[in-house]
């Protein structure tokens, strides 16, 4: 579906929007806690979810595409690398989070507590890197509209 709204849309504002709602995804995790309702938690996932599958396939290709055929699998490589370079990032950044909050302890009734705080911190964290890419994201919007009227010209 994404895919098909890429081709008849652009397919940065799709990925944008894509971005966006993970975003938004991770905001209302932030709030999630030991009381959270089952509708909280479906939320979220919802919105992560709908917002991941509205940003890979866009994304992709408006990458592609914004590459000349030759350098396809050079595109294809950088996507891959920046993904796991992503991943990565992101478990460093979870392991940092619960080691200042609980230690290296096992999560257990005693410490889940800190355990939840330090879920909610990590996902604030994220909501601010989810901010700043959409803002790259719909700057990237932005340039290749100018790239395309340079051309035309």
Do not use: W
Not at 29 to 57: P, R
Not at 123 to 133: D, E, K, P, R, Y
């Amino acid at each position: 579906m994404a895919g098909r709204l890429a081709d008849r849309y652009r397919s940065e504002n799709i990925a944008t929007i894509g971005m966006g709602l993970c975003t938004l995804g991770l905001f209302v995790a932030v709030f999630l806690s030991q009381e959270s309702s089952y509708g909280m938690i479906f939320l979220v996932q919802i919105l992560l979810g709908f917002g991941f599958a509205l940003f890979v396939s866009p994304n992709a290709a408006a990458i592609m595409a914004s590459v000349q055929p030759v350098h396809y699998g050079l595109a294809s490589a950088l996507v891959a690398t920046m993904r796991y370079t992503g991943m990565m990032t992101s478990m460093t950044i979870i392991a940092v989070v619960i080691s200042l909050f609980i230690g290296n302890q096992p999560v257990t009734a005693q410490t889940a507590p800190g355990f939840v705080n330090s879920m909610q911190m990590a996902f604030l964290i994220f909501t601010v890197m989810g901010l700043f890419g959409v803002s790259l994201s719909f700057g990237r919007g932005k340039l290749s509209m100018s790239r395309r009227a340079m051309t035309s010209d």
